[in-house]
């Protein structure tokens, strides 16, 4: 399976060069692609029928602390997404080579929808925890670049960041949950998981599991409120939308949970959590569709819908809830892919996806519209197709739910009535009726747009027909895996009249009804209200939260980077005496056992001096000059002490630096004009306070230290060493160009570019274009010259 | 004892002073600057086979035994840190060639590059903490005058801010060093990991660790005393950006993990505290720095926050002191060097082609130059960690390690950011590369191809080869995860860098 996955990948690579090779003719090499990788996957069926799953791994990442397995895990469930995948894949490899014909991005196109056919063929055969993520990363990846694919408008940039940003969250959380369940069980391997599901219940992490891992799967698949950002997704070109954001994608987080199932599931906290999301989903996006004109939109929401029931028949859990799942989703896979095609089919040739703008278009597309016909009165759940099926089972899964079932299946028929009556609109308002005047003259489709809807939509006959064609084979071992435990049922069209024939009566009556009053319906006052709050509301939510995020960041960098070198500095003094004198204060505490009795005149003298010339700085800091001249006395100072502690030769270099210093910047400061004080008290203040504080922490570390013994061991080695194995009588002479000679020579470096750096400094001519940030902050700098100000 | 060692820091040396010699040709400056790079990379990776079959390598210079002369040190985490920046120095200095322009060339570029290469490999070899000192002050001389080379406003602006703030920082790290040489006469710092818990006042030595936190932390940009990079790191031509942005600040991370690793241990400070500090200074750095690159609206400037944000992380993996935080932190490390650094590059390219950093301006570059936009998009989304990439190793193993040290809040932030950053990628992506073309544009857009006419080539190549790279790490993960693994689990157990320095004990 690794092969067929990276052989998809590879090819994707180099769909850009098959498609400059085969021209016009090049979707249909592609397409062998998907078709070959759909006809390996089916080889697998019958044994899988049999009840035997396919277990494959190649090491990844292979250490003691970091194992990482590209392992892949085929059964029922996995089986079925991987050939609705391939099988949707081909035809939409195909429909695009069509839609996007003549387009330029015709080839990023097949690059990036093969790249995503890749990684979501990936998501749903991964075994282990961690390539499951890295293959859901890159599901959300390429969504984003294909939802940016007319990224030339702004809305399409939006909802690509969108998507990415709620599909993003959802995945890191996911990533959190997934390695918290490989630690609480040890296992990395969702196989080796399945049976040791207890393991993990039981675990005190279980509930932190069970929301991360929720988190993941409701964001991807677009469970209320996370799922303001499908509906958006919309503004990438349909035969993207109806792959990725109906047919595969936006269920990877129904798989997750699917597969999950045996592992999380079956607590009360499942039950409520996804079955509760589930069934409020539902409810909530099928009566939005009806609020919506445009055909693609009408589409998402209902693909909501079946994303909500799919999720609240896992969280149902019961055996029922599994096979109806495992018929559902296959439907559903079938149904909203020819529609979503088809409604691509009718914005390509008629010019506009808004059923208000359309009409009697049977007569032109008859293709398009016998497909958009089948596969719409399976959606609504009309026999004899295979929707029906579905929606039966549904509706008997909703009337067992463990817990409240009336409410379960009320809510169940009120959101089905509106999705029979968006059946019902998205064929009868653009195929029959008066011929309107569309923007462009309409015609039907070229075979490689309505090959895939119609064999779809035939599919959803047959099925519906003659179901045994797949409940044994795929069905049962589908309902099996998510069950966790070997099940065993047939399908078929009539179960009797019982309860969900009535259930499905009602609805078929109720939605014919609603479809009636629909124009008036739409523009009622209380559908508008509706939509704001449950569309709208959270999109706003996002946005105000990106504001929001947006504004703080604003906020704290203006605040923290706010150009003043002056406040630079003073931040980093101060965490500097916090987090030094906090530490010391309480981890060492003062050490105060030195004795200045010994303490000759002299030293008292040279203290002293040292003292006042440090307070003649303060008290003249308007003039450089004597600010020039206190720290020249305090250079010399050090000098005598040296001297005094018989350190004649370091006491000269000190003398020469600091009389070359104090001469050098006198000479400078001719040049330089006057200082002005431009501080306030306060902040002449709190810079008086935070120097002393930065002078009193460096002399009490200074005698923490001191008071340790000292061990001069070095010193004695140098002093014995220097002579006869250096040759050489000055210490300090041999210490610098022997013992550490790596140190003068880095000195010497510094010194020379420091020649350079004055040389470039002053001859090279002056840069600056127009476009350099002046800047660095949000708000405008203080300059250099400026550097004091501030408050 | 192994010879090789001297070479990291001689060969930078040598080119530099060739390159000094003929500063009046640009065309000999070039072939020197990029000759000497690929002579850097040969001898580091000599000296990786060394490592990596025969363990730690050590140089006593002058041959006086340690710890009286100053000892060179190559373990796996100075080796993994060399081969990379050299690497680098291959790439910025094959990038260079088009993108330094004569002036700066006359002025001594050349040199300076390679002086601050030296200073960069000498931090990661040398055994001494003085002489860490010593490699500090060569790279802010190098890296001052490379970011003032030019002479425009907001540079100097830039680098003055940049020389004060770091200058202060290393007064602050030679009082540290002053500190530790009064608590323990030595030096040497395998030595100092041997005195140090032999400091009766370990709340002393806890104190001297808060000192080289601050100064390191200076160096390597956490909060709050990072000003000085978003101040200064977009200010001068790309490929010192890149260096800068790419490795200089990573420098500063590496002396704290070796500081924090070898020096301020279990042994010598006794309790958590320090790695307390540690994880509190990860997070908020991560945050504010992520705040800030979302709050931006220039390429690079965006870039620089992004740094500071990183570097969070970094530090998060120190503070964890596990083999898997460590390795976590030194792949990162690794890893965005690579992926920043190569977004830097590509912020120049698209600066040459459409004339402007700020995003606003900026459009078009998705239409028009498609290769570019992949080779962006793998270095953005290797920043997110995003898998396959090489940041997704980098991010699983710093997730994995904190979760299994049950730090839920810290690595859920960290998490988070991850997110943010991944945001504030796409505020690129979404404007200079799928906006549409602005109305303003130099010329030459759109017809100026990325191969051919006009030599861009010398600055995608470059750019090529670190994608290339990030892939390969991404894809291919193991071995490099084993190096960092091995790097790990050396700074855990400190004897073997001890017995390899001081002896036998």
Sequence with gaps: ?791 | MNGLLVLPVAIPLITATLALLFRKSSQLQRWIGVLGMVALLGAVLVLFRDVHNDGIQVLQLGNWAAPFGITLVADMLAMLMLGISAIMGVIIGIYSIFDIDRERERFGYYPLLHILIMGVNGSFLTGDIFNLYVWFEVMLIASFTLLALGNSKNQLQGALKYVFINLFSSLIFLFGVALLYGMTGTLNMADLAVRLPQVENTGLVTTVAMIFLVSFGIKSAIFPLFFWLPASYHTPPVAISAIFGGLLTKVGVYALIRVFTLLFTDASVHNDYLHHILLWVGGFTMVIGVLGAASHMEFRKILSFHIVSQIGYMIMGLAFNTAMGLMGAIFYVLHNILAKSNLFLISGIAQRLLGTFELKKMGGLYKHYPFLAVLFLISAFALAGFPPLSGFWAKLSLVKAGLSLELYVITGVAILVGLLTLFSMTKIWLTAFWGTVPEEVPGHFGKLPLFGAGKLYILVIPVMIIAGMIILVGLNAQPFLELCMTAAEQLLDTSVYIEAVLGPQ
């Design chain 1, 1 to 791: 399976m690794l092969t067929v996955i990276a052989l998809i990948f590879i090819v994707a690579l180099v769909s850009p060069w098959i498609h400059k090779l085969f021209g016009n003719k090049s979707g249909w090499v592609l397409a062998l692609l998907p078709f070959g990788s759909f006809l390996y996957l089916a080889s697998w069926l019958p044994h899988i029928t049999a009840g035997n799953v396919v277990q494959q791994s190649t090491p990844w990442v292979s250490m003691a602390l970091f194992q990482v397995d590209l392992a892949f895990y085929l059964d029922g469930l996995s089986l079925m997404f991987g050939l609705i995948i391939t099988g949707i894949g081909t035809f939409i490899v195909l429909y695009g080579s069509g839609y996007l014909s003549g387009d330029a991005y015709l080839s990023r196109f097949y690059c990036a929808v093969l790249l995503f056919m890749g990684s979501m063929l990936g998501v749903v055969l991964a075994d282990n925890l961690i390539s499951i993520f890295v293959f859901w990363e890159l599901t959300s990846f390429t969504s984003f670049i294909l939802i940016g694919f007319s990224h030339e408008q702004e809305n399409s940039r939006k909802a690509a960041l969108k998507a990415l940003l709620v599909t993003g969250i959802g995945g890191l959380a996911l990533l959190a949950g997934l390695v918290l369940m490989g630690f609480a069980s040890g296992h990395w391997e969702v196989s080796a998981l399945l049976n040791e599901g207890d393991i993990i219940r039981n675990h005190p992490h279980y509930l932190a599991i069970l929301i991360l891992v929720l988190a993941g799967a409701f964001t991807k698949s677009a469970q209320f409120p996370f799922s303001f950002w499908l509906p958006g997704a919309m503004a990438a070109p349909t035969p993207v939308s109806a792959y990725l954001h109906s047919a595969t994608m936006v269920k990877a987080g129904v798989y997750l949970l699917a597969r999950m199932n045996p592992v999380l599931g079956s607590t009360e906290t499942w039950l409520i959590l996804v079955g509760g999301f589930g069934l409020l989903t539902l409810l909530v996006s099928a009566w939005l569709a009806l609020s919506f004109t445009d055909m693609k939109q009408i589409l998402a929401y209902s693909t909501v819908m079946a994303l909500g029931t799919m999720i609240m028949l896992i969280g149902l859990g019961t055996e029922m809830a599994m096979k109806g799942l495992a018929v559902y989703i296959l439907s559903h896979a079938m149904y909203k892919g020819a529609l979503f095609m088809v409604a691509g089919a009718v914005d390509h040739e008629a010019g506009t996806r808004d059923v208000l703008k359309l009409g009697g278009l049977r007569p032109l597309m008859p293709i398009s519209f016998a497909a958009a016909a089948l596969a719409a009165i399976s959606m609504a759940g009309i026999p004899p197709l295979y929707g029906f099926i579905a929606k039966e089972i549904v509706y008997e899964a909703a009337l067992e739910a463990p817990l409240w079932p009336v409410l379960v299946i009320t809510l169940a028929v009120i959101a089905n009535i509106a999705i029979v009556a968006a059946s019902a609109i998205v064929v009868i308002r653009p195929f029959l009726g008066k011929k309107v005047e569309t923007p462009k003259k309409a015609h039907e489709a070229p075979l490689t747009m309505w090959i895939g809807p119609l064999i779809l939509a035939v599919l959803g006959v047959l099925f519906g027909v003659l179901p045994f064609l797949v409940d044994r084979s795929l069905m049962i071992p589908v309902a099996s895996s998510v069950f966790g435990a070997p099940m065993d049922f047939y399908l078929s069209l009539w179960h009797g009249f019982n309860l969900p024939l009535v259930l499905s009566l009602l609805t078929l009556t109720g939605g014919i009804l609603v479809y009636l009053v629909w124009d008036r319906l739409r523009e009622s006052a209380p559908m508008k209200v509706y939509q704001s709050g449950f569309a709208m509301g959270p999109i706003n939510g996002y946005e105000g939260l990106l504001a929001g995020l947006l504004g703080l960041a604003g906020w704290q960098t203006r605040t923290i980077q706010n150009g003043l070198m002056s406040n630079y500095l003073i931040t980093i003094l101060v965490t500097m005496l916090v987090a030094v004198g906090y530490t010391f204060i309480t981890r060492s505490g003062l050490v105060w056992n030195h004795s200045f009795e010994n303490m000759l005149l002299q030293e008292w003298a040279l203290s002293i001096a040292i003292l006042t010339s440090l307070g003649i700085i303060l008290a003249f800091r308007n003039s450089r000059l004597t600010m020039v001249i206190g720290a020249g006395v305090v250079g010399f100072s050090l000098a005598l002490i040296y001297l005094m502690h018989g350190a004649a030769d370091l006491a000269m270099t000190q003398v020469l630096v600091e009389t070359l210093t104090v001469i050098l910047v006198v000479l400078v400061l001719i040049h330089v004009p006057k200082l002005i004080e431009v501080r306030s008290t306060t902040s002449r203040i709190r810079d008086a306070v935070v120097a002393v504080g930065a002078g009193v922490l460096m002399t009490l570390l200074i005698l923490a230290v001191t008071a340790v013994p000292f061990d001069a061991f070095i010193s004695e080695y140098y002093a014995e060493a220097s002579y006869p194995l250096a040759h050489g009588r000055n210490i300090v002479n041999v210490i610098l160009v022997d013992f550490r000679a790596l140190d003068t020579m880095g000195e010497v470096v510094v010194v020379a570019i420091a020649g350079l750096a004055v040389y470039a400094l002053i001859k090279m001519k002056r840069f600056g274009s127009p476009d350099d940030p002046e800047t660095e902050g949000a708000a405008p700098d203080g300059t250099a010259s400026k550097q004091g100000k501030s408050s």
